[in-house]
């Protein structure tokens, strides 16, 4: 059986829906190379003993993550030039796509291109934040997805979202039906299953490279309108200077739009500290170093962030919006979304639990954050190809 991945999402911004792409993809070839050296792999009619091939499809370069498998007999890779995001996911990937000979095309970050023919076609959906959030959006994004996803309802064979929030969203918009749409969650990566704790003189050289307090609480994704950040720093501005809250905020991640305000805000009164993108292996110390992790985002349709926190024995207070509480489970201090008021409370109500109360919820943290592998979602993924080629 062969297989076409589309990766060229990898080379542009770097957030949850391309991470979910590569470990998709990793975990997909993880676990052929097992079934190969296991002589368990099932045979599938019309291939080569049930043998896998991935044609993985990259633009500019080959993302780092794959270079270990050059030379691999069973994985082959498509170097696409571009540069002009619109223009090369919508003419130039279909053009090449469309020369490909395979069993099976993959889109795990973005929609399926318009302009592709072939049949056999799996593409993701996320979230349906271009219908249930559009003002977070920029309005040609939010016509373009619309598009995109009205198009792939009607020409890909399968759908893959990321929760049941996300599939029931796209059932009653796009009228889909439930048999065409498969959950494969998000999977925590390999990089946070190891509980090990980082060593003193890491977190200090970590602390200094982003300019970290001594302690803090800490929000982690893009700096965008609907991760609603501007929200809890105003909640925790207001009660900094109030003398309710003595703990600093940090506020991390890649800069994306309309984030002036949020900018200016975080200037006043040096409680705020504003990183940038954190580099993947100092996420699981920069977590480690929090007192608490908060998640105040408007809209998710899963929300990585605070699992990954949770796997690093941190206790996360999240908004009770979309997915989240279905992925976090009862594992988490939530408020109302968008709730000021609430917010502040939930704060408060973290400030004042004592050690058994955040020890339960620690705990409940971890067990939660592990229910999701990557090698499990991918293996669902894998029956339902074999099944259906």
């Known amino acids: 059986m062969r297989i076409v991945i589309d990766l060229t999402s990898l080379d542009d911004?770097?957030?949850?829906?391309?991470?979910y792409a590569l470990n998709m993809t990793l975990a997909l070839i993880r676990l052929n190379r097992a079934e190969a050296r296991s002589g368990q792999k099932e045979s599938t009619a019309g291939t080569d003993g049930g043998r896998m091939e991935f044609e993985l499809v990259f633009k500019n370069k080959v993302f780092p993550d794959f270079q270990l498998f050059s030379g691999d007999p069973d994985i082959h890779f498509h170097v696409l030039k571009g540069c002009r995001k619109l223009a090369f996911n919508q003419w130039r990937l279909p053009r090449y796509l469309n020369r490909l000979k395979a069993d099976a095309f993959l889109f795990f970050a973005f929609p399926m291109p318009v302009l592709l023919r072939k049949k056999?076609?799996?593409?993701?959906?996320?979230?349906?934040?271009?219908?249930d959030c559009p003002e977070t959006m920029k309005r040609q994004m939010v016509w373009y997805f619309r598009l995109s996803y009205r198009c792939m309802a009607r020409c890909a064979d399968r759908i893959l979202t990321v929760s049941e929030f996300s599939r029931d969203r796209i059932r009653d918009i796009l009228k889909i039906k439930k048999e065409k749409i498969l959950i494969t969650y998000n999977?925590?990566?390999?990089?946070?299953?190891c509980e090990k704790q980082a060593a003193p003189e890491e977190f200090a050289h970590i602390r200094e490279k982003y300019g970290l307090p001594d302690e803090y609480y800490l929000c982690l994704s893009t700096l965008e309108p609907r991760k609603n950040m501007l929200l809890l720093l105003n909640v925790c501005l207001k009660l900094y200077r109030q003398g309710r809250l003595k703990t600093k905020l940090v506020l991390a991640g890649r800069k994306g739009w309309k984030?002036?305000?949020?900018?200016?805000?975080?200037?006043?009164?040096?409680?705020?500290t504003v990183t940038g993108f954190i580099e993947d292996e100092d996420?699981?110390?920069v977590y480690q170093m929090a007192r608490c992790f908060v998640f105040p985002s408007l809209y998710e349709g899963f929300g990585i962030p605070p699992l990954e926190a949770m796997s690093q024995k941190v206790p996360v207070i999240a908004s009770d919006s979309s997915s989240l509480p279905e992925i976090l489970g009862d594992a988490a201090f939530y408020f109302k979304?968008?709730?000021?008021?609430?917010?502040?409370?939930?704060?408060?109500?973290?400030?004042?639990?004592?050690?058994?109360?955040?020890?339960?919820?620690?705990?409940?943290?971890r067990k939660r954050s592990a229910a999701f592998c990557c090698e499990t979602e991918a293996a669902k993924l894998l029956e339902a190809l074999r099944r259906e080629l």
Do not use: S
């Open 283 to 285: 996420l699981p110390a």
């Open 120 to 131: 056999h076609v799996y593409g993701t959906i996320h979230d349906m934040g271009c219908w």
């Open 259 to 272: 984030i002036e305000e949020l900018l200016a805000q975080a200037k006043q009164d040096g409680m705020v």
């Open 337 to 365: 979304n968008n709730d000021e008021q609430d917010l502040e409370r939930a704060i408060l109500e973290f400030e004042q639990a004592d050690e058994d109360c955040l020890a339960r919820k620690t705990e409940a943290g």
């Open 13 to 19: 911004n770097f957030t949850g829906i391309e991470r």
């Open 187 to 193: 999977g925590i990566p390999e990089l946070f299953r």
